[in-house]
Nanobody, 122 residues
Framework: QVTLVESGGGLVQAGASLRLSCAASGLTFSNYNMAWFRQAPGKEREFVAAITWGDGRTFYTDSVKGRFTISRENAKNTVNLQMNSLKAEDTAVYYC???????????????WGQGTPVTVSS
């Protein structure tokens, strides 16, 4: 059984930082491309960042470029999202995702985590 478990969410003020982590089990982690999505209240789930399984190339949605950094530790089956200079508009539930294809759209995601909430107060 594949599970993705996120942690690290919380309530912070604008300008602060948070580090999200996702621990994967039940899959050959190093074979999967990994990503983070988010869903704000009343909005659709959207892509945030992704990292390839082999060479660790990273991709970001424009609104987080320069502020967020995705990384992975294959030996620990973990993918992280370092979020700096947080803004109120970053408030959302953040989901870890795994896919054979690079998960930049919902249809590319094979496995989802349960999500961790991030609230940024202005």
């Amino acid at each position: 059984q594949v599970t993705l478990v996120e942690s690290g969410g919380g309530l912070v003020q604008a300008g602060a930082s948070l580090r999200l982590s996702c621990a994967a089990s039940g899959l050959t982690f190093s074979n999967y491309n990994m990503a983070w999505f988010r869903q704000a209240p009343g909005k659709e789930r959207e892509f945030v960042a992704a990292i390839t399984w082999g060479d660790g190339r990273t991709f970001y949605t424009d609104s987080v470029k320069g502020r967020f950094t995705i990384s992975r530790e294959n030996a620990k089956n973990t993918v992280n999202l370092q979020m700096n200079s947080l803004k109120a508009e970053d408030t959302a539930v953040y989901y870890c995702a795994a896919g054979y294809s690079l998960p930049t759209v919902l249809s590319d995601v094979r496995y989802w985590g349960q999500g961790t909430p991030v609230t940024v107060s202005s």
